[in-house]
Structures are given as structure tokens and as C-alpha cells.
């Protein structure tokens, strides 16, 4: 019988049999490459066996050995590229024997460390029409691999081509099942949370899915070239939230660009930010709504990880659209639910005007009619008079604040001074009484309105941290004169040696715009007031807040 014959013999098609059934019965990927090598070792009486995957440029990118024990693998370090004699089955793309490896002109000789090795067969396993990897086998029981060794181990390497095929094709559908079920359970969460929450639960969810060693969502800032992030999990998450980088510079850039999953299999230290860790395989995907690109969701491993596959960036591209159908549901239903308060808050600045003041205004006049008759009382009904006028004034400040609410752009100077007293009113004890006297919207230019936001913040603040207030009264009024702010509090009034550093900041500003400013205080209470003309010389730049 000839080598040919002997390679086919009985005996050797029991072992052939034998061990390609224990490499076809596995469906994990990792476990089948481990058991192809291990086949071909026993096939052939191979002590050192190893299964090189080539990645799309040709060198390997995963490679599954046996025979050289771990604490050895260790100190001979990092597995190898494909050069010298592996290189050579790589570019062959057919089987490569050799008697002794150092003899070859191709061979770069081996690390420190490596056990010594002389015969060698190397065969491609092709998955399809594509070479998926090589098998290498090396130091025979033999001395040296013969014809019929190599036979068996084509043979081998065709049934193991088709075992990678299958257990690609399973890992493919477990992971498709797995995003499914995320899909499905974050489509759930965001549907129970507000718009702005949407994209916490986005990050929140995908992390442990992938198991990613940080996640980032970045979204596009006011200018086009930069994306800023607003939320993070995981390594150094909490120093990345609220920087921004260029577009162009990172994977997280070019996915938004061209609106396309993009694989990175490092991330450099300092790649996206100064100071920022190394990472390992990073994929970025862009949020969609229709043309819109919401954001840009990134997922990286730690470094010396296992590479996404094309199962991964398929379906996180899949994750990514139905996240951005989802976020668009979110905020339609905050929309509406925006619209619906902003009927009710209308109604009920009707029913205000309508009813309330009118009620008011005709309480009033009988007031002025019994003042007219009784002339002992008019003092008591004129102050009487007053409290239904400054009731009167309150309501519709609220009457203009409930129909603003909720008013895109920056507004007119009442609904801006409005949103600055709700803001820094938060820290008193009751929120400040605002009342509008004169036409300020149509009165005050927008340069000055931002004046006079800076020192309505400015004065409340300096209320909120010292003065103890239990109520604060704001008037804003204009006439001829000019604008004139007034802030009244019943605090424990100023200390006769306290720092003033605040009040003279809200000095400088009334000097700067040709206006004036003074407050007096005393144990009952402190009032502000700062006045401006219309035709004052221009704003200087806003200062930084400071106290009294």
C-alpha cells in the first residue's frame, strides 16, 4: 500500500471519523477551534498543535494553541503575526510540510522562551471560498510528517471548515437573540421615562449586553464640529461627562459623518480626550431619526479584549435605529404632554382674566364709591383700594407667566426676568412676588433686558445666601424715565461691616449704563433698587455673580 493508500487506510479513516466527530458536535466558537487543534494533533501524533484566524489584512488576528503548557506561553509573550514560516502558509494558501523548520530559508527562527521544534505541516482551513485560518502541527512522534499525515490533516481541515461555519452561524444567532431581547427591553424602560432620561437608559442597558468596559452617548453641540457627551458608564466615566471633542477626531466623528457602524480595534491614550485611558475594540453608532442624527452611541472593551464581530455591528446598527424610533416616541409624548399643560395653563389664565380680576377690579370700584360716601373711612378703604391693585397687578403677572410657559427662543423681557426669579427664587423660603408696571416688554431693549437678568439674579442670589428673607417682592417698571428694578425683602437687613462686594458690582452696572443704584436696610429689611435710562451706554460684559 502507498503512502496515498495508507493515508485512507481503514485504521486511519477510524481516526479521521472519530475525531471529526468531536469537532462537529460543539457549537461554541472558541471551544471548536480549541478541538480542531487537539484533532489534528491526535491525528497525526503532533505534540504541538496551533489554529491561526486571519483577520481582513492578512495577518492573524486569534490564535488557539495546545501542547506548550501556560506558564510557558506566558513568558514566550504576545501570539505571533504571521511571519517567517506561518507567514509562508498564509501566503501559500496550500499546504506547507517541512523536516526541520530551521533549515528553511523562510524561518525568523523563534522567541525566547519557545520549546524547539523541527518538523512542521501546515494546512489552510477555508470556510467557503475564503481561507479562515491555518493549521499547524508541529514535532511528529515520527521525527517527520508524511504524505498520508498530510491527506488526513486536509481531510480534517475541510470538516473543520465546516464546523466553523456552523458554530459562526450559531454565536451569529445567539447574539441576534441577545440584542433582540435588549432591543425589547430598552424599548420598554424608554417608553416609561421622560425625553431627557431617554439617553441614560440607553447606556445604562448596553453595557452589560456587550460587556463593555466604558460607554459613552455623545450628541452634537450648537456648533457642527463638535460632539459633546452627555452620558457615560463605566472606566473614567464620571471625568468624561460634558466634554466635547472634534467630529473628526475620534470613530464616535466618523460614525456620525457617514451615519455607519465603525470598528476600531484600539483606542489610543489621548485618542479622544488629553489624560483619557487606552481602550480596546470600540465600536461607535449613530442614533438615527429619519435624517437626523440624534447622537453617537460608543461601546469599547478593555484593552486585550476579543474583537467585536460583524454579528455585533449588525446588530448594534439595528439597536441604534430602534433606540432613535424610540427617543422620536419619547419626545412626541413630552411634546404632547407639554401641549396639554399649556391648554390647561391657558384656561386657567382665561378664568383669571375673566372672572378673578373682573371680580377685583369691580370690588374696587365699589371701594372708591363707599370712600366717596363715607368720607371718616377713605383712608381705610384707599389703602384697601391699593391692596386690590397690587393683587390685581400679581395676578396678571401669573395670568403672563401661564401663557409664556413653555414659549420657544428667548422671549420678551418679561418672561426672561419671569424664568430668572423661578430659577434663582429656588433657594428662599417662598418664591419672590414679580410685578410689572409700565409697558416693559415693548419699552426695553434686548441689551438692557440682559442687564437687567444679570442683576435680578445677582440681587436674589445675594438674598437667598444672607438675608434670611421669609418674602421677597420684585417690581419691574418702566416709563419715561427709563427702567427701574426694585427688590424688597424682609431679611435681618445688611451688617454695618459686612463685605459688599456685591452691591458694588450691581453699582458698577448702573454706572455703566448712565443709571443709578442704592439700597437701604435696616432690622426690618433690605430694598434694592437699580434704575437705567433706554439710551444708556452699552452693557459691559455680565460679571460673575458674587455676595454682599
Known amino acids: 500500500m502507498d503512502a496515498a493508500d495508507e493515508s485512507f487506510s481503514p485504521r486511519r479513516l477510524g481516526d479521521l471519523l472519530r475525531v471529526s466527530s468531536s469537532v462537529v458536535e460543539h457549537l461554541d466558537l472558541e471551544e471548536v477551534l480549541g478541538r480542531i487543534v487537539e484533532a489534528g494533533m491526535s491525528l497525526v501524533g503532533a505534540r504541538y498543535g496551533a489554529l491561526g484566524v486571519l483577520g481582513d489584512d492578512g495577518t492573524l488576528t486569534r490564535f488557539v494553541h495546545r501542547g506548550i503548557p501556560d506558564d510557558t506561553a506566558r513568558r514566550i509573550g504576545d501570539f505571533p503575526r504571521g511571519h517567517g514560516i506561518l507567514g509562508a502558509v498564509i501566503a501559500a494558501s496550500e499546504p506547507v510540510r517541512l523536516s526541520d523548520l530551521a533549515a528553511d530559508p523562510r524561518s525568523v527562527g523563534f522567541p525566547a522562551h519557545h520549546p524547539p521544534m523541527h518538523s512542521f505541516l501546515g494546512v489552510p482551513v477555508r470556510v467557503r471560498d475564503a481561507v479562515y485560518g491555518d493549521l499547524y502541527l508541529a514535532e511528529a512522534d515520527t521525527g517527520r510528517f508524511t504524505d498520508a499525515d498530510e491527506n488526513l490533516v486536509v481531510s480534517l481541515a475541510a470538516i473543520a471548515g465546516i464546523a466553523i461555519e456552523n458554530a459562526r452561524l450559531y454565536e451569529r444567532a445567539t447574539i441576534r437573540e441577545e440584542w433582540s431581547a435588549a432591543i425589547a427591553d430598552v424599548m420598554g424602560a424608554l417608553l416609561d421615562v421622560r425625553g431627557d432620561d431617554a439617553l441614560e437608559v440607553i447606556v445604562d442597558r448596553i453595557a452589560p449586553l456587550v460587556d463593555a468596559d466604558l460607554v459613552t452617548l455623545a450628541v452634537p453641540t450648537t456648533d457642527a464640529d463638535t460632539l459633546g457627551i452627555v452620558a457615560a458608564r ?31 480595534p484600539t483606542q489610543p491614550a489621548d485618542a479622544v480626550f488629553p489624560g483619557q485611558a487606552a481602550q480596546g475594540p470600540t465600536v461607535a453608532v449613530p442614533l438615527l431619526a429619519g435624517d437626523e442624527v440624534l447622537g453617537v452611541l460608543t461601546v469599547s472593551r478593555a484593552p486585550g479584549a476579543a474583537a467585536f464581530t460583524d454579528a455585533d455591528l449588525e446588530m448594534a446598527f439595528v439597536f441604534a435605529g430602534q433606540a432613535g424610533v424610540a427617543i422620536e416616541v419619547v419626545r412626541g409624548r413630552d411634546d404632547r404632554r407639554r401641549l396639554e399643560q399649556a391648554d390647561d395653563r391657558a384656561r386657567i389664565a382665561r378664568d383669571l382674566h375673566d372672572h378673578v380680576i373682573q371680580r377685583l377690579f369691580g370690588a374696587g370700584l365699589s371701594l372708591q364709591a363707599l370712600a366717596h360716601q363715607h368720607p371718616n373711612a377713605a383712608d381705610d378703604l384707599s389703602t384697601q383700594i ?50 410689572f408696571r409700565g409697558p416693559v416688554d415693548s419699552l426695553v431693549p434686548a441689551a438692557l433686558v440682559d442687564e ?97
Request: aromatic share 2%; hydrophobic share 40%.
Open 234 to 264: 463605566g472606566a473614567a466615566a464620571e471625568a468624561l461627562l460634558g466634554r466635547e471633542h472634534d467630529v473628526g477626531a475620534t470613530a464616535a466623528g466618523l460614525a456620525m459623518t457617514s451615519r455607519r457602524a465603525v470598528s476600531a
Open 386 to 435: 391699593d391692596t386690590l391693585d397690587a393683587a390685581i397687578r400679581e395676578i396678571r403677572t401669573v395670568i403672563f407667566a401661564l401663557g409664556s410657559a413653555g414659549g420657544a427662543g428667548r422671549g420678551g423681557a418679561r418672561d426672561r426676568l419671569l424664568s430668572v426669579a423661578t430659577e434663582a427664587g429656588r433657594p428662599l423660603e417662598t418664591s419672590p412676588r414679580v410685578s
Open 452 to 548: 437687567l437678568t444679570g442683576v435680578l439674579r445677582e440681587g436674589l442670589t445675594n438674598v437667598a445666601k444672607h438675608a434670611d428673607a421669609r418674602t421677597v417682592d420684585v417690581t419691574v417698571s418702566a416709563d419715561d424715565d427709563g427702567v427701574h428694578l426694585e427688590i424688597r425683602d424682609d431679611g435681618r437687613g445688611i451688617p454695618p461691616h459686612s463685605r459688599r462686594s456685591g452691591l458694588a458690582n450691581l453699582a458698577e452696572r448702573a454706572r455703566q449704563r448712565g443709571g443709578v443704584f442704592d439700597v437701604t436696610s435696616s432690622a426690618a429689611g433690605t430694598t434694592l433698587r437699580w434704575s437705567a435710562p433706554f439710551g444708556g451706554s452699552q452693557t459691559a460684559p455680565e460679571r460673575e455673580e458674587s455676595t454682599r
